[in-house]
């Protein structure tokens, strides 16, 4: 099984401030990986898929990067509505795995 | 629209089953592949399991493999799990979500409570 790792736990950012998160495999994924944000009460929704596709409606100030095990999501410039928590996921090989979340709060 | 209802969730005891079920529109059912996802209260997600399109092939975690079973009839255009000896830590919201390149549609969720 491929362990995920996402850090930090916590990110806390001021409204504007650029925040990256981080996502390590523990073994290669190649660019089978996705993210995900999620809200109190809510399901999950994609933001980008293959490491660096953003899913349809997904504002420009996400991107993702990466490849092989090591993986970035970037939140050029924080809006308040970007506080949630952010999941890492591979599909590379069964059984797929999530990482354990990022959550970002506003500072 | 794409849209995805999850339902069965209920109240059951340890050692008990459940059968949830995923009812999809709006997108051609039997092209996909389905998972479903969980969600302890207060923790991370799970992936539990995911079956291919035309349905031959199933795949599990290790915490529910031998406890659960995947199935799809493509003609109801649903997605289940049938749920057996079910287990204090199987708690959870359970999603179903359409696998391709990532999980790109997620029903609302069905909450599974094991508890005596």
């Known amino acids: 099984e491929i362990v995920l790792t996402q850090s930090p736990v916590t990110l806390s950012l001021s409204p504007g401030e650029r925040g990256t998160l981080s996502c390590r495999a523990s073994?290669?994924?190649?660019?089978?990986l996705a993210w995900y944000q999620q809200k109190p009460g809510q399901a999950p929704r994609l933001l980008i898929f293959d490491a660096s596709n953003r899913a349809t409606g997904v504002p420009a100030r996400f991107s993702g990067s990466g490849s092989g095990t090591d993986f970035t999501l970037t939140i050029t410039s924080l809006e308040p509505e970007d506080c949630a928590v952010y999941y890492c996921q591979q599909r590379a090989t069964w059984p797929l795995t999530f990482g354990g979340g990022t959550k970002v709060e506003i500072k | 629209e794409v849209v995805l209802l999850d339902s069965g969730g209920d109240l059951v005891q340890p050692g008990g089953s459940l059968r949830l079920s995923c009812l999809a529109s709006?997108?051609?059912?039997?092209?996909?592949?389905m998972s479903w996802v969980r969600q302890a209260p207060g923790k991370g997600l799970e992936w539990v399991s995911g079956?291919?399109?035309?349905?031959?092939?199933?795949y599990y975690a290790d915490s529910v493999k031998g406890r659960f079973t995947i199935s799809r009839d493509n003609s109801k255009n649903t997605m289940y799990v049938q749920m057996n000896s079910l287990r204090a830590e199987d708690t959870a919201m359970y999603y179903c979500?359409?696998?391709?390149?990532?999980?790109?549609?997620w029903g609302q969720g069905t909450m599974v409570t094991v508890s005596s």
């Open positions: 073994q290669s994924v190649k660019s089978h």
């Open positions: 709006g997108f051609n059912f039997d092209n996909h592949v």
């Open positions: 079956i291919t399109g035309p349905g031959t092939d199933t």
């Open positions: 979500a359409r696998s391709g390149d990532a999980f790109d549609v």
